[in-house]
């Protein structure tokens, strides 16, 4: 009889829907199978709020044991691709929707909710990286970026000046997007990216003239500078904002997981 190769030995072969292995590669196979759970959210393959297959046929389908399984399972909730129901299955979580979707505002008004608020696109435009772009998302010279400016009003007040980087290559042809003005979080699902963590650097300054004519606020005043970088689920960065923001009547709040 011939011997059968382990049930989670990445030197087998998968099934072609399954999970790509490599003989050579190092990579933990549950890694694999979170990866594999994220291309077929990420393609649309499986929408959100709509549950996946449980956990046994996930196994049988990309070819792990159950164990291995549940652990990219875990994976996947943590990163909040996922929401497990007692008794009622695995769903996708919609990026897009309530607390998805502002997950990565920290600004919050004297009551501690989210300061949602409306976005007014200034201008948007793909061009060439420069040096700094360079440095926040990790690219080359001469890749292609595209920017933004926008104002973020409430109440039909302006407080806070965002300008914007991101990859052309995560997101291309956005400058012809319909809706530019999208969270990013929203903009990043209906391009398929998935998003990961998001690291933030805080700064007080002075309003520079065109900063301050865009809050309609005084030449030198005080603005709180959020520096911002959110990554793709694989580590890329995929959106640099540099925040200038009007901090009277707000808060920072710093979440910590």
């Known amino acids: 009889m011939r011997n059968l190769p382990e049930r989670d030995s990445?030197?087998?072969?998968?099934?072609?829907?399954?999970?790509?292995?490599?003989?050579?590669?190092?990579?933990?196979?549950?890694?694999?199978?979170?990866?594999?759970i994220a291309q077929r959210i990420a393609a649309g393959e499986w929408k959100p709020h709509v549950a996946i297959p449980n956990e046994n046929e996930l196994a049988r389908t990309f070819g792990v044991s159950p164990g291995t399984m549940r652990k990219a399972l875990d994976?996947?909730?943590?990163?909040?691709l996922l929401t497990r129901r007692q008794g009622r299955g695995t769903f996708v979580n919609d990026p897009s929707s309530g607390e998805q979707r502002e997950r990565y505002n920290s600004i919050r008004g004297r009551d501690g909710k989210r300061i949602c608020g409306d976005v007014e696109v200034l201008n948007l435009l793909e061009t060439t990286v420069n040096e700094r772009e360079c440095l926040r998302l990790r690219l080359r010279l001469r890749e292609r970026v595209i920017r933004i400016r926008r104002l973020r009003l409430t109440d039909g007040k302006p407080y806070m000046l965002e300008d914007v980087a991101m990859p052309a290559?995560?997101?291309?042809?956005?400058?012809?997007?319909?809706?530019?003005?999208?969270?990013?979080v929203v903009l990043a699902q209906q391009f398929g990216v998935l998003l990961g963590k998001g690291e933030e650097r805080l700064a007080i300054g002075a309003a520079a003239p065109d900063v301050a004519a865009a809050l309609q606020v005084e030449e030198g005043a005080?603005?709180?500078?959020?520096?911002?970088?959110?990554?793709?689920?694989?580590?890329k960065p995929a959106e640099w904002r540099l925040g200038q923001c009007l901090m009277e009547g707000r808060h920072y709040l710093a979440e910590l997981n």
Request: charged share 30%; aromatic share 8%.
């Open 10 to 36: 990445p030197e087998r072969d998968m099934p072609d829907h399954g999970i790509s292995v490599s003989r050579f590669s190092t990579r933990p196979l549950y890694l694999q199978a979170r990866d594999a």
């Open 75 to 80: 994976l996947a909730e943590a990163e909040r």
């Open 169 to 184: 290559k995560l997101f291309p042809n956005l400058t012809t997007h319909q809706d530019a003005s999208q969270r990013f």
């Open 222 to 235: 005080t603005v709180m500078r959020l520096d911002r970088v959110i990554y793709t689920l694989e580590g």
